[in-house]
């Protein structure tokens, strides 16, 4: 075997492998942050907490009604997007002319108050959820040895990353949604329902979060605080990558993921604050983001 | 902008405002012969960190969503300096030993406060210095994120006592030679002291021409510009003075509960303080401490009943003030008597 830089290989690829897989959990949270942003002007808080609520419904499905995996990556971003719906329709719609920091502090709020009732429910520790049998197990690729559940996340992570961008830059619907962030008021004159449009585009932006938690289920313990200890650090990609664009925070959640799994192997200790230090060189040289416009 | 609560009128102190500050200096000497005052100590701690805090929201319009960081540094600097003190002693740079031994015995509190202050004010200035560098809703992510950081470093670090904390123990509590503050009441006057003196500072800067610079930068940033002031410059003095402040408010705390611990440098400190200002009512000079008091009473009251509930709780107050109680508590009354508070 060879090693590189005295690093075994095994150890850096695996590594390697899990960066790629936080990455894939970053850019989708961020892609739907981002898409949020871009139309309701909403930072939402409350999307590590409905990406954990995916996660949640998942296992409760398995244990309580012995739904499995494949009925649960449709169900629970199902049941997330409907409750999405209800929150702009009853919340967020109220507070579009104000300020855009009401709307952090209120699905902060949010945000407390879901992470709150799972963990008075089920308490702190987590829960482990079984792989699907069809995903089980895994191959030996010479250099390293691949699960097969983790290069599923990887493959389908990267699906869904594109299918949003073709989603949104390349159909009608994205059309629509691109005109209408740039000018709402040209765009419901010519008789589209934006409003309705806001609640579509928050909704599905949730249940892309509830579909990264159900896939995260098998990775990490499904505990009440998955979600908010990886909202702030997908913040911090946030601020790398700028809300600017969609392909953007695609290749700015992957990226990071990889240099906080490498950092792992060179240099452990830092590996947790691998990327705030990323941001702070950021906004030292490029203030807006790597891909983002200036605000 | 984000605070509905009228302008400040700029020159002088209007008549109503020495109603108001009477009213609460009037209920927080008499407080301690009606309460606990360990809990109402703790109360005015947290009175002057939302002050702090709402120095940047209410008259820079700066959400920063990481004051944790300035309060939990300035909590673990106090009690590290107050039961240890500070010593370095040789230190090796390429293999060249460089003896400094200095060595300082364990502070007494005033200067261990004093000490945490300057490490807020310190940490303040990097993170404000990067934060600034973006706008709006980017500044609260940034101040989150770095916060996070800190947070993290807070649980590798050796000096932290990770998740036992740092306790003070032994150390001296004799603050400024006479005052005893193992005796529960001589705590609360030392403790008003050091609110009093935070609120008023504060309460000078908002309404020096600094601070009408700062609420023109609020209002309308570009015209700020354009009128020559150098605005970085504002924010920055802004930020690092709110962390100072925070750090304050944090070193006290650690004379009032015996310890810092990674709680008070966890994101959800963070978003207690905004909720306080949030409560009491964003950009009002008296808002901050009315909220602190409803928060932290309500917490304390819940805390023996439904102890699990409280993040609920601070989740559904949160919603509930967004959505129908924007101006918060001491703002609704202002705009009842028609007088900025």
């Not at chain 1, 075994?8 to 970053?26: D, H, K």
């Not at chain 1, 990609?237 to 953007?248: A, P, R």
């Not at chain 2, 940047?56 to 909590?75: D, E, M, N, Q």
């Not at chain 2, 670090?157 to 740092?166: C, N, R, S, V, Y």
């Amino acid at each position: 075997m060879f090693e590189l830089l005295g690093i075994a290989p095994q150890a850096l690829f695996g590594q390697l492998l899990l960066g790629l897989i936080n990455g894939a959990f970053y850019a989708m949270l961020s892609l739907g942050l981002a898409v949020i942003f871009g139309m309701l002007n909403v930072v939402n808080f409350a999307h590590g907490a409905l990406y954990m609520a995916g996660a949640f419904i998942a296992w409760l499905l398995l244990e309580k009604l012995g739904i499995g995996y494949w009925a649960a990556l449709v169900l629970a971003p199902l049941a997330v997007g409907i409750v999405g719906i209800a929150i702009e329709r009853a919340m967020l719609r109220w507070l579009y002319k104000l300020d855009h920091l009401y709307g952090l502090l209120l699905t902060f709020g949010l945000a407390l108050i879901v992470e709150g009732l799972f963990r008075n429910e089920y308490g702190s520790s987590g829960q482990a959820y079984q792989i699907p049998e069809l995903l089980e197990g895994g191959h030996n690729l010479g250099f390293m040895f691949l699960p097969n559940y983790r290069g599923w996340v990887v493959v389908f992570s990267l699906l869904l990353c594109f299918a949003t961008w073709f989603v949104i830059e390349r159909t009608k619907l994205g059309a629509y949604l691109r005109a209408a962030t740039e000018n709402p008021a040209l765009v419901q004159a010519f008789g589209i329902n934006v409003p309705r449009m806001l609640t579509l585009t928050y909704a599905g932006g949730v249940a892309l979060a509830a579909l990264a938690g159900v896939m995260a289920a098998p990775i990490y313990n499904v505990s009440p605080q998955m979600g908010s200890s990886l909202i702030i650090v997908v913040f911090a990609v946030v601020v790398i990558g700028g809300m600017g664009s969609i392909m953007g925070s695609i290749v700015t959640g992957f990226a990071l993921g990889v240099v906080e799994g490498l950092t792992k192997v060179f240099f452990a200790e830092a590996s947790n604050t691998v990327i705030f230090v990323i941001m702070a060189i950021v906004l030292l040289i490029k203030p807006a983001g790597l891909f983002g416009r200036v605000g | 902008m984000i605070a509905q609560a009228p302008a400040l009128a700029s020159i002088g102190t209007p008549r109503h405002h020495y109603v108001a500050f009477a009213l609460m200096l009037g209920l927080a000497v008499a407080a301690p012969y009606l309460e606990y005052p360990v809990f109402l100590a703790k109360l005015l701690c947290y009175a002057l960190f939302a002050c702090a805090f709402n120095l940047l929201i209410g008259f820079v319009g700066l959400l920063s969503f990481g004051h944790a960081a300035f309060w939990g540094t300035a909590a673990y600097a106090s009690a590290h300096f107050a039961s240890k003190g500070f010593a370095i002693g040789t230190i090796t740079i390429f293999k060249v030993a460089i003896p400094i031994n200095i060595a300082i015995p364990p502070f007494p509190p005033e200067f261990a406060i004093i000490a945490g202050v300057v490490v807020a004010a310190v940490f303040g200035y990097i993170i404000g210095k990067l934060a600034i560098r973006r706008l709006g809703i980017y500044f609260a992510m940034v101040t989150l994120a770095f916060a996070q950081m800190i947070f993290f470093l807070a649980v590798q670090a050796p000096f932290t006592g990770g998740e036992d904390g740092l306790q003070l123990g032994n150390a001296s509590r004799l603050a400024i030679g006479v005052l005893n503050l193992r005796d529960n009441l001589t705590l609360y006057w030392f403790v008003l002291g050091v609110f009093l003196i935070g609120f008023l500072f504060i309460y000078r800067v908002v309404h020096s021409p600094f601070g009408q610079v700062l609420k023109a930068i609020r209002e309308n940033e570009p015209r700020a510009v354009s009128l020559g002031y150098r605005v970085e410059r504002y924010k920055l003095m802004a930020f690092v003075l709110s962390a100072a402040l925070a750090g304050l408010a944090g070193g006290t705390k650690v004379y009032v509960t015996g310890s810092a611990a990674l709680g008070d440098v966890n994101w959800p400190m963070s978003g207690e303080v905004v909720l306080m200002a949030l409560l009491g009512g964003m950009g009002t000079i008296f808002g901050p401490v009315a909220g602190a008091v409803v928060l932290i009473s309500i917490e304390e009251f819940l805390a023996e009943r439904a102890g699990a509930w409280v993040s609920v709780i601070q989740g559904g107050i949160f919603v509930l003030c967004v959505l129908a109680f924007r101006r918060g508590i001491i703002g609704e009354i202002a705009r009842v008597i028609r007088k900025p508070l």
